[in-house]
Nanobody, 128 residues
Framework: EVQLVESGGGFVHPGGSLRLSCAASGFTWDDYAIGWFRQAPGKEREAVAC????????WYSASVKGRFTISSDNTRDTVHLQMSSLRPEDTAVYYC?????????????????????WGQGTQVTVSS
């Protein structure tokens, strides 16, 4: 059974940093891609960043590129999202999700629907 558990959310002032973690189990690590997605109140869920565990290919949305870094810790089956220079518009529930890399037709902003396994989400609030 695939399980994804997020941690690391919280409250931070604008310009601050947070690191989210996604602990994964139940699948062959190198065969999967792990993505981070977020959903703000009243908005659709959007893709933020994604990494292929097998070859470390990475993708970032334009709104976070240069501020967020996704990394994969193969020894602990955990993917991290390091978030810096946070802005109020980054406030959302952040979810990690997994999908077999070979099934991803799109590796970009519209990839959300390709992910079938989701964590429960963690709240990130950026406010002064």
């Amino acid at each position: 059974e695939v399980q994804l558990v997020e941690s690391g959310g919280g409250f931070v002032h604008p310009g601050g940093s947070l690191r989210l973690s996604c602990a994964a189990s139940g699948f062959t690590w190198d065969d999967y891609a792990i993505g981070w997605f977020r959903q703000a109140p009243g908005k659709e869920r959007e893709a933020v960043a994604c990494i292929s565990n097998g070859d470390s290919s990475r993708w970032y949305s334009a709104s976070v590129k240069g501020r967020f870094t996704i990394s994969s810790d193969n020894t602990r089956d955990t993917v991290h999202l390091q978030m810096s220079s946070l802005r109020p518009e980054d406030t959302a529930v952040y979810y990690c999700a997994a999908a077999p890399w070979e099934t991803l037709v799109v590796f970009g902003a519209t990839m959300t629907g390709q992910f079938g396994y989701w964590g429960q989400g963690t709240q990130v609030t950026v406010s002064s």
